[in-house]
Protein backbone atom coordinates (compact mmCIF):
# COMPACT_ATOMS: atom_id res chain seq x y z
CA UNK A 1 0.00 0.00 0.00
CA UNK A 2 1.75 3.31 -1.16
CA UNK A 3 -1.27 5.36 -0.10
CA UNK A 4 0.88 7.20 2.70
CA UNK A 5 3.54 7.89 0.10
CA UNK A 6 1.52 9.47 -2.46
CA UNK A 7 -0.42 11.49 0.24
CA UNK A 8 3.12 12.75 1.25
CA UNK A 9 4.05 13.73 -2.21
CA UNK A 10 0.78 15.34 -2.90
CA UNK A 11 1.21 17.48 0.55
CA UNK A 12 4.72 18.65 -0.95
CA UNK A 13 3.63 19.30 -4.26
CA UNK A 14 1.29 21.68 -2.58
CA UNK A 15 3.51 23.37 -0.34
CA UNK A 16 6.39 23.67 -2.98
CA UNK A 17 4.46 24.13 -5.96
CA UNK A 18 1.54 26.52 -4.71
CA UNK A 19 3.11 27.97 -1.40
CA UNK A 20 -0.76 26.35 0.43
CA UNK A 21 0.22 25.27 4.03
CA UNK A 22 -1.08 20.97 3.68
CA UNK A 23 -1.86 18.36 6.35
CA UNK A 24 -1.81 14.74 5.55
CA UNK A 25 -4.75 12.95 7.47
CA UNK A 26 -5.35 9.16 8.27
CA UNK A 27 -8.34 7.56 7.61
CA UNK A 28 -9.76 3.79 8.46
CA UNK A 29 -11.93 2.85 5.25
CA UNK A 30 -15.21 0.61 6.28
CA UNK A 31 -17.03 -1.83 3.76
CA UNK A 32 -20.32 -0.28 3.94
CA UNK A 33 -21.65 0.10 0.06
CA UNK A 34 -18.06 -1.28 -1.50
CA UNK A 35 -14.72 -0.31 -1.28
CA UNK A 36 -15.59 2.76 -3.53
CA UNK A 37 -18.36 4.09 -1.60
CA UNK A 38 -16.21 3.07 1.81
CA UNK A 39 -13.40 4.99 0.77
CA UNK A 40 -15.35 8.02 -0.85
CA UNK A 41 -17.63 7.97 2.67
CA UNK A 42 -14.31 7.92 4.80
CA UNK A 43 -12.70 10.72 2.63
CA UNK A 44 -15.43 13.07 3.10
CA UNK A 45 -15.78 12.27 6.87
CA UNK A 46 -11.88 13.20 6.84
CA UNK A 47 -12.59 16.46 5.44
CA UNK A 48 -15.80 17.49 6.65
CA UNK A 49 -14.06 16.76 10.28
CA UNK A 50 -11.32 18.81 9.41
CA UNK A 51 -13.33 21.69 7.88
CA UNK A 52 -15.33 21.94 11.02
CA UNK A 53 -12.11 22.04 13.19
CA UNK A 54 -10.56 24.62 11.54
CA UNK A 55 -13.34 26.82 10.57
CA UNK A 56 -12.80 26.43 6.45
CA UNK A 57 -15.51 28.02 4.38
CA UNK A 58 -15.84 25.69 1.90
CA UNK A 59 -14.31 21.83 0.74
CA UNK A 60 -12.90 22.16 -2.79
CA UNK A 61 -12.98 18.86 -4.78
CA UNK A 62 -11.76 17.72 -7.80
CA UNK A 63 -14.56 16.09 -9.71
CA UNK A 64 -14.42 17.05 -13.48
CA UNK A 65 -16.74 16.64 -16.07
CA UNK A 66 -15.35 13.10 -17.57
CA UNK A 67 -16.71 12.23 -14.21
CA UNK A 68 -19.92 14.52 -14.45
CA UNK A 69 -20.45 12.01 -17.89
CA UNK A 70 -19.96 9.18 -16.02
CA UNK A 71 -21.77 9.46 -13.78
CA UNK A 72 -25.29 10.11 -15.83
CA UNK A 73 -24.33 6.93 -17.24
CA UNK A 74 -24.00 4.86 -14.73
CA UNK A 75 -27.10 6.33 -13.22
CA UNK A 76 -29.22 5.56 -16.91
CA UNK A 77 -27.54 1.88 -16.83
CA UNK A 78 -29.08 1.23 -12.81
CA UNK A 79 -32.59 2.84 -14.30
CA UNK A 80 -32.51 5.46 -11.52
CA UNK A 81 -34.24 8.59 -11.35
CA UNK A 82 -33.72 12.16 -11.89
CA UNK A 83 -31.93 12.74 -8.64
CA UNK A 84 -29.40 10.51 -9.39
CA UNK A 85 -29.23 11.46 -13.39
CA UNK A 86 -28.44 15.32 -12.57
CA UNK A 87 -24.82 13.95 -11.57
CA UNK A 88 -22.68 15.49 -9.53
CA UNK A 89 -23.71 18.79 -7.49
CA UNK A 90 -21.08 21.75 -7.82
CA UNK A 91 -22.38 23.06 -4.88
CA UNK A 92 -23.53 20.58 -2.24
CA UNK A 93 -23.34 22.28 1.81
CA UNK A 94 -19.42 23.52 2.32
CA UNK A 95 -18.31 20.82 -0.49
CA UNK A 96 -17.48 22.74 -3.74
CA UNK A 97 -16.42 21.20 -7.18
CA UNK A 98 -14.48 24.03 -9.13
CA UNK A 99 -13.07 21.74 -12.15
CA UNK A 100 -16.74 20.46 -12.87
CA UNK A 101 -16.30 22.32 -15.87
CA UNK A 102 -13.13 21.46 -17.12
CA UNK A 103 -12.22 17.82 -18.97
CA UNK A 104 -10.22 16.05 -17.40
CA UNK A 105 -7.58 16.67 -20.49
CA UNK A 106 -8.14 20.10 -19.79
CA UNK A 107 -7.22 19.74 -16.20
CA UNK A 108 -4.01 17.47 -16.82
CA UNK A 109 -2.78 20.52 -19.33
CA UNK A 110 -3.38 22.76 -16.85
CA UNK A 111 -0.95 20.61 -14.20
CA UNK A 112 1.51 20.41 -17.48
CA UNK A 113 1.79 24.16 -17.78
CA UNK A 114 1.83 25.05 -14.15
CA UNK A 115 4.60 22.72 -13.41
CA UNK A 116 2.25 20.53 -11.08
CA UNK A 117 2.76 16.23 -11.13
CA UNK A 118 -0.22 14.49 -10.41
CA UNK A 119 -0.93 10.75 -9.45
CA UNK A 120 -2.67 8.30 -11.66
CA UNK A 121 -4.15 6.19 -8.90
CA UNK A 122 -4.05 1.97 -10.39
CA UNK A 123 -7.51 2.11 -9.01
CA UNK A 124 -8.43 4.47 -12.13
CA UNK A 125 -7.80 1.43 -14.75
CA UNK A 126 -9.10 -1.45 -13.14
CA UNK A 127 -11.40 -2.72 -14.76
CA UNK A 128 -13.33 -4.75 -11.92
CA UNK A 129 -14.55 -1.14 -11.36
CA UNK A 130 -18.18 -0.20 -13.44
CA UNK A 131 -16.92 3.41 -13.93
CA UNK A 132 -13.54 2.35 -14.94
CA UNK A 133 -15.50 0.37 -18.31
CA UNK A 134 -17.32 3.27 -18.53
CA UNK A 135 -14.56 5.41 -18.88
CA UNK A 136 -12.41 3.30 -20.76
CA UNK A 137 -14.76 1.45 -23.06
CA UNK A 138 -18.45 2.98 -23.17
CA UNK A 139 -17.48 6.69 -23.33
CA UNK A 140 -15.10 6.24 -26.49
CA UNK A 141 -17.89 3.84 -27.96
CA UNK A 142 -20.46 6.82 -27.56
CA UNK A 143 -18.36 9.41 -29.02
CA UNK A 144 -17.57 6.84 -31.95
CA UNK A 145 -21.03 6.60 -32.85
CA UNK A 146 -22.76 9.61 -31.95
CA UNK A 147 -19.99 12.41 -32.59
CA UNK A 148 -17.66 14.00 -30.51
CA UNK A 149 -19.49 16.11 -27.72
CA UNK A 150 -21.23 13.35 -25.72
CA UNK A 151 -19.54 14.28 -22.75
CA UNK A 152 -20.35 17.91 -22.31
CA UNK A 153 -24.14 16.80 -23.68
CA UNK A 154 -23.88 14.53 -20.81
CA UNK A 155 -23.14 17.01 -18.14
CA UNK A 156 -25.91 19.33 -19.47
CA UNK A 157 -28.45 17.16 -19.27
CA UNK A 158 -26.98 16.20 -15.61
CA UNK A 159 -27.76 20.51 -15.08
CA UNK A 160 -31.05 20.67 -16.46
CA UNK A 161 -32.21 17.75 -14.28
CA UNK A 162 -30.92 18.98 -11.04
CA UNK A 163 -32.86 21.88 -11.24
CA UNK A 164 -36.07 19.94 -11.61
CA UNK A 165 -34.95 17.56 -9.05
CA UNK A 166 -33.80 20.34 -6.46
CA UNK A 167 -37.55 21.54 -7.28
CA UNK A 168 -39.35 18.26 -6.64
CA UNK A 169 -37.06 17.55 -3.73
CA UNK A 170 -38.67 21.24 -2.25
CA UNK A 171 -42.29 20.22 -2.93
CA UNK A 172 -41.42 17.07 -1.83
CA UNK A 173 -40.33 18.05 1.58
CA UNK A 174 -43.17 20.17 2.30
CA UNK A 175 -45.45 17.40 1.06
CA UNK A 176 -44.09 15.62 3.99
CA UNK A 177 -44.85 17.52 6.82
CA UNK A 178 -48.08 18.29 5.58
CA UNK A 179 -48.54 14.51 5.72
CA UNK A 180 -47.01 13.70 8.84
CA UNK A 181 -48.96 13.11 11.43
CA UNK A 182 -48.11 14.21 15.24
CA UNK A 183 -47.72 10.44 15.96
CA UNK A 184 -45.23 10.12 13.24
CA UNK A 185 -47.22 7.80 10.48
CA UNK A 186 -48.15 9.48 7.36
CA UNK A 187 -51.88 9.99 6.21
CA UNK A 188 -52.97 8.01 3.44
CA UNK A 189 -55.73 10.39 2.39
CA UNK A 190 -53.06 13.38 2.30
CA UNK A 191 -50.53 11.11 -0.07
CA UNK A 192 -53.22 10.14 -2.28
CA UNK A 193 -54.00 13.36 -3.30
CA UNK A 194 -50.09 14.08 -4.64
CA UNK A 195 -48.63 13.35 -7.55
CA UNK A 196 -46.55 10.50 -7.93
CA UNK A 197 -43.65 12.09 -8.12
CA UNK A 198 -43.99 13.52 -5.17
CA UNK A 199 -45.57 10.87 -3.71
CA UNK A 200 -42.97 8.10 -3.82
CA UNK A 201 -40.18 11.59 -2.77
CA UNK A 202 -41.83 11.68 0.76
CA UNK A 203 -42.55 7.70 1.46
CA UNK A 204 -38.65 7.58 0.46
CA UNK A 205 -37.95 10.31 2.64
CA UNK A 206 -40.41 8.67 5.39
CA UNK A 207 -38.20 5.52 5.52
CA UNK A 208 -34.71 7.73 5.17
CA UNK A 209 -36.05 9.14 8.49
CA UNK A 210 -37.15 6.04 9.82
CA UNK A 211 -33.48 4.59 9.49
CA UNK A 212 -33.72 2.76 6.41
CA UNK A 213 -29.74 3.25 4.91
CA UNK A 214 -30.02 5.29 1.61
CA UNK A 215 -27.38 2.95 0.53
CA UNK A 216 -29.71 0.34 0.38
CA UNK A 217 -33.16 1.78 -0.21
CA UNK A 218 -34.05 0.75 -3.57
CA UNK A 219 -36.61 1.99 -6.49
CA UNK A 220 -38.70 -1.26 -5.89
CA UNK A 221 -38.79 -0.73 -2.36
CA UNK A 222 -40.61 2.48 -2.39
CA UNK A 223 -42.68 0.80 -4.93
CA UNK A 224 -43.66 -1.49 -2.67
CA UNK A 225 -44.51 1.13 0.12
CA UNK A 226 -46.76 2.96 -2.65
CA UNK A 227 -48.69 0.12 -3.26
CA UNK A 228 -49.97 0.43 0.31
CA UNK A 229 -51.31 3.81 -0.42
CA UNK A 230 -52.85 3.48 -3.94
CA UNK A 231 -53.20 -0.83 -4.02
CA UNK A 232 -54.17 -1.79 -0.55
CA UNK A 233 -56.03 -4.36 -0.01
CA UNK A 234 -55.12 -5.87 3.59
CA UNK A 235 -52.12 -6.63 3.03
CA UNK A 236 -49.10 -6.61 5.02
CA UNK A 237 -46.15 -4.13 3.94
CA UNK A 238 -42.33 -5.22 2.43
CA UNK A 239 -39.71 -5.61 4.94
CA UNK A 240 -37.18 -2.33 4.56
CA UNK A 241 -33.31 -2.08 4.70
CA UNK A 242 -32.02 -1.54 8.05
CA UNK A 243 -34.67 -3.84 9.77
CA UNK A 244 -37.52 -1.85 9.09
CA UNK A 245 -41.35 -2.45 8.03
CA UNK A 246 -43.82 -0.28 7.12
CA UNK A 247 -47.28 -1.30 7.38
CA UNK A 248 -51.10 0.27 6.16
CA UNK A 249 -53.05 1.15 9.63
CA UNK A 250 -56.38 2.18 8.69
CA UNK A 251 -55.68 5.44 6.97
CA UNK A 252 -51.95 5.28 8.42
CA UNK A 253 -48.61 4.54 6.99
CA UNK A 254 -46.69 3.44 9.89
CA UNK A 255 -43.03 2.54 9.84
CA UNK A 256 -40.79 0.90 12.52
CA UNK A 257 -38.67 -1.69 13.45
CA UNK A 258 -39.68 -5.24 13.39
CA UNK A 259 -39.92 -6.22 17.05
CA UNK A 260 -42.51 -3.23 17.09
CA UNK A 261 -44.17 -3.92 14.07
CA UNK A 262 -48.14 -3.30 14.78
Do not use: K, M
Not at 136 to 154: F, I, K, M, Q, T
Amino acid sequence: DTSAEVAATAADAVRDGLGVHADVVRVAVGTAGGPEAAARAARHDALAAYAEEHGCAAVLLGHTRDDQAETVLLGLARGSGARSLSGIAPRDGRLRRPLLGLTRAETEAVCRASGLAWWEDPHNTDPRYARVRVRRDLLPGLEDALGPGVGAALARSADLLRDDADLLDELAATAYRESTRADGSLDVDHLLGLPRALRTRVLRAAALAAGSPATDLSAAHVTEIDRLVTRWRGQGGPALPGGLTVVRAGPSLVFGRASTRR
